[in-house]
């Protein structure tokens, strides 16, 4: 991944297979997932690519786990993003909706997926940073059902970004402490909200770009969509946001002087 580092000064997290994956709210409130020591924020988990096996389901082996991986293999398709994560009334994290529309070739399509189908593996580029199996196949994916947010409802779960555990962060940025820049990864910002002079949220952080002497130049925020649909990437300077963090060591908030209508107004990134 060309996720790259603001800081190294955080611990490295491991994948370890799904038996010891366990759900909990961390300090902050947020829902997150355990995987050994890798906590993974329901937030940051937003807008995440999910790779499944191209011929059957992905043969994670204990040295995948253990060592991690470099880049996608070349026997990984791209399933799709994480579109929203699903909390139960107790806050617990307990599963994601994937847009996979594309993949399955049926247009627009999400469907929810549990967590013991997924499997996280440390990325040896980005200290971190990490990728996201799914570990059955195409076949498995192609029965299952629409994600159906009434029978979700139904079942006492809600969207992690239209549900009370949204911490109330457009509360203003004042509310929070500036973060740490120099304690700060690719990977706390990556998938970080945006919000706008309004203090409403007006997007995610989709990438960071660093200049050849590996200093971060420009933010590029992911405005719009829904799901990861009909995003228009834009990019900010570095001096534009604005990076706040509740509780010292809880999520990454990223605030802009624009509206979201000023944003998607921007000239669009290109790579």
């Given at each position: 991944m060309k996720n790259l580092l603001l800081s190294t000064s955080v611990v490295i997290l491991t994948a370890v297979g799904a038996n010891a994956q366990t759900t909990e709210t961390n300090l902050t409130g947020m829902p997150s997932y355990m995987a050994g020591d890798m906590q993974i924020s329901a937030d940051q988990m937003i807008g995440k690519r999910v790779y499944i096996g191209r011929e059957g389901a992905v043969a994670v082996d204990e040295t995948m786990l253990i060592g991690g991986v470099t880049d996608v293999s070349d026997d990984w398709d791209d399933m799709g993003e994480v579109g929203d994560v699903l909390v139960s009334e107790d806050g617990q994290f307990n599963s994601v909706v994937i847009d996979a529309g594309g993949f399955l070739g049926m247009g627009e399509r999400h469907v929810q997926v549990s967590l013991d189908s997924l499997q996280f593996v440390h990325d040896n580029d980005t200290d971190g940073e990490y990728y996201i199996l799914y570990t059955g196949d195409r076949a498995t994916v192609e029965g299952y059902d629409p994600y159906d947010s009434a029978m979700a409802?139904?079942?006492?779960?809600?969207?992690?970004?239209?549900?009370?555990?949204?911490?109330?962060?457009?509360?203003?940025?004042?509310?929070?402490?500036?973060?740490?820049?120099?304690?700060?990864?690719?990977?706390?910002?990556?998938?970080?909200?945006?919000?706008?002079?309004?203090?409403?949220?007006?997007?995610?952080?989709?990438?960071?770009?660093?200049?050849?002497?590996?200093?971060?130049?420009?933010?590029?925020?992911?405005?719009?969509?829904?799901?990861?649909?009909?995003?228009?990437?834009?990019?900010?300077?570095?001096?534009?946001?604005?990076?706040?963090?509740?509780?010292?060591?809880?999520?990454?908030?990223?605030?802009?002087?624009?509206?979201?209508?000023?944003?998607?107004?921007?000239?669009?990134?290109?790579?």
């Amino acid at each position: 991944m060309k996720n790259l580092l603001l800081s190294t000064s955080v611990v490295i997290l491991t994948a370890v297979g799904a038996n010891a994956q366990t759900t909990e709210t961390n300090l902050t409130g947020m829902p997150s997932y355990m995987a050994g020591d890798m906590q993974i924020s329901a937030d940051q988990m937003i807008g995440k690519r999910v790779y499944i096996g191209r011929e059957g389901a992905v043969a994670v082996d204990e040295t995948m786990l253990i060592g991690g991986v470099t880049d996608v293999s070349d026997d990984w398709d791209d399933m799709g993003e994480v579109g929203d994560v699903l909390v139960s009334e107790d806050g617990q994290f307990n599963s994601v909706v994937i847009d996979a529309g594309g993949f399955l070739g049926m247009g627009e399509r999400h469907v929810q997926v549990s967590l013991d189908s997924l499997q996280f593996v440390h990325d040896n580029d980005t200290d971190g940073e990490y990728y996201i199996l799914y570990t059955g196949d195409r076949a498995t994916v192609e029965g299952y059902d629409p994600y159906d947010s009434a029978m979700a409802e139904g079942a006492g779960l809600r969207p992690f970004d239209r549900g009370a555990m949204d911490m109330d962060m457009r509360a203003g940025r004042d509310t929070f402490a500036a973060a740490e820049v120099n304690t700060l990864t690719a990977a706390d910002l990556t998938g970080a909200r945006v919000y706008g002079s309004n203090d409403d949220w007006v997007g995610e952080v989709g990438r960071l770009v660093l200049a050849e002497d590996g200093q971060v130049t420009h933010v590029v925020v992911d405005v719009g969509g829904w799901l990861g649909m009909g995003e228009r990437p834009v990019a900010l300077g570095f001096d534009q946001v604005d990076m706040r963090r509740a509780n010292g060591d809880g999520p990454v908030m990223v605030y802009v002087d624009f509206t979201e209508e000023e944003l998607e107004n921007l000239p669009q990134w290109a790579e």
